[in-house]
């Protein structure tokens, strides 16, 4: 199944277990639009409601760059007070939204992943590189800083002098790079890249999924993210199983005072 909502730009497609979310305005090296980023919300709630998506691949349908950021002329034309007020925000919600996915997420990243585009894989919680992959956040050199949680996710990855090192520099680091400082968790021939990804999919997916969603949450919490939402969805879960929660739904329903058993 395949389909784009109303934003060609943006395609979410489900095989079995695997959803994917394409990246595909290849003439403009995939740069963030708002609508882009409006459409990546609205594909990450779509994959959310298919039962059989255990793991979500982001990729690109250029092979000359997995995502260049955000479109600068789009970016300019709100203003200080719109970068402020809409850009910056629509930025966050929608990578937030990339990861908090229920289900783990894996970054195919080839060619340029710069500024927002690296924001977005660092959103992933997986990332596989081909070997014509660089990777930067160059916001320093155009007069900007990272708006869309570059400096937070990046430093809780890498360690903040590395972090401040491609942030400051505004350079560009390559994949033998990107894979010694832990920026990405595997490096591929360019060719290799489609199909690794998808092998390492296929292999959590082979997992029990409660299991791996839970695992998934528990370990985003251990590194500051979502850790709210941990432990009150774990608690819920965990509450929901007992017979005190469906004693409680019944007496709701029934209009009576609920029996409790503490168990």
């Given amino acids: 199944m395949t389909e784009s909502g109303g934003n060609q730009e943006i395609l979410v497609d489900v095989a079995g277990a695997i959803g994917r979310i394409t990246l595909n305005r290849a003439d403009k090296l995939n740069a963030f639009t708002a609508a882009m980023l409006a459409a990546l919300e609205d594909a990450c709630a ?11 691949i982001v990729a690109s349908s250029s092979p000359r760059a997995f995502c260049a950021g955000a479109d600068i002329a789009a970016g300019a034309a709100q203003g200080a007070l719109g970068k402020w007020a809409r850009w910056a925000r629509a930025g966050h919600r929608a990578f937030e939204r990339v990861a908090r996915l229920r289900m783990p997420s894996i970054a195919a990243i080839d060619g340029v992943a710069y500024g927002g585009g690296l924001e977005l894989a660092l959103a992933c919680d997986l990332r596989i590189a081909g070997e014509g992959a660089r990777l930067a956040l160059p916001e320093v050199s155009i007069g900007t800083t990272p708006a869309w949680a570059g400096t937070q996710r990046l430093p809780r990855l890498i360690g903040a002098g590395r972090a401040k090192q491609m942030i400051f520099s505004a350079r560009p680091v390559d ?41 998934k949450q528990l370990v985003d919490a251990a590194g500051a993210e979502g850790y709210a939402a941990a432990l009150e969805s774990l608690a819920s879960g965990f509450a929901a199983g007992t017979e005190d929660m469906r004693e409680g739904a019944a007496a709701f329903r029934d209009k009576r005072k609920p029996q409790w058993r503490g168990r």
Wanted: proline share 4%; hydrophobic share 55%.
């Fill in 46 to 56: 779509r994959l959310e409601d298919e039962e059989s998506v255990r793991v979500v």
């Fill in 175 to 215: 994949a033998q790079t990107a894979l010694a400082w832990g920026l990405v968790n595997e490096l591929v021939p360019s060719a290799q890249l489609a199909a690794r990804a998808l092998e390492l999919a296929q292999q959590i997916a082979g997992n029990a999924p409660v299991a791996v969603q839970a695992a």
